[in-house]
């Protein structure tokens, strides 16, 4: 019998495997030493078998000494990766083929992400000269159409409202009004309330009917207006002066009411809306040779 010595039962399986290069059910094995760690070092052992072709036991016994054969001649990872190749290439055999995600749902319709959405709303790739929306319908045909399912969605609610007005207010621009004694309760605290109805609404009516929305809520749209326009005061001198600037960052429709209003201020400048690592908003303002040059 040939004896083989390693530190686990598993890599000394494998040298008698190896080195008598057939399955470990054709052979005889003896477990001369089961291994131990011990504790730091101490009482360490290696696990030791002997081991003969299950046939041929007799003839080894007659021999006087055995040999031995430690982990040291043979590379336990590379009888791993063989084993490890082996496996994966059955496992290739019989696995269907499989279809991409891509080919799947090629023909399905594309639907746009949130952030996409969002996007269209804040302007934020839309540039200048391709803002400029087309109009499909006739402008009384569209009033007429959302103040009805408007006006039939909220009259659900236990709010108490008035008529919600709409109309147009400018060529791409459709004005939506909620005013009544509750109407301020759809702003909600710090207006989440009202960025909520706001991407819903400018959801339905710029698929629909291709045009931007101005919400106003219990005078909320004013308010936020008059806040941005004392911060851009300032804003807009410095631009003046230095020709570049980063606003701070901003929430909700208060990006929207800035960008309007800077790009309306700097018609011949890049303006943008940008988002900052923390994932805050913030307009950039900056000559438009230079806009691939700001595109993080």
Known sequence: MIQFEADCLEKVYELA????????????IEILQQPKKGFLGIGKKSAIIKVCYKDNCTI????PQAEIVKSKDINIEEV??????SNEVKVQEEKPKEVSNEELYKNDPKVESKE?????????DISQEDSKLV??????EIIDEVKKDINILFGKI????????????????????????DAALLIGKEGYRYKALSYVLFNWINDKYNLMLRLEVAEFLKNQEESIYTYLGPVIEIIKEQGSYKTKPLD????????????DEFPDKYVAVKTNVKGEKYVLVNEYRNKEDYSY
């Not at 080894?60 to 021999?63: G, P």
């Open 158 to 181: 236990c709010f108490e409202l008035d008529e919600i007005t709409v109309d147009f207010y400018d060529e791409e621009t459709l004005y939506i009004e909620f005013t009544g004694n």
């Open 80 to 85: 791993s990766v063989k084993i490890s190749q």
């Open 60 to 63: 080894y016994e007659q021999e």
């Open 135 to 140: 109009i499909k319908k006739d402008k009384q």
């Open 252 to 263: 909700g429709i208060l990006v929207h009411i800035a960008l309007k209003k800077l790009r």
């Open 17 to 28: 495997k190896k080195e008598f290069n057939c399955s470990i059910t054709e052979l005889e």
């Open 116 to 124: 996409e959405v969002f996007g269209k709303f804040y302007d934020e």
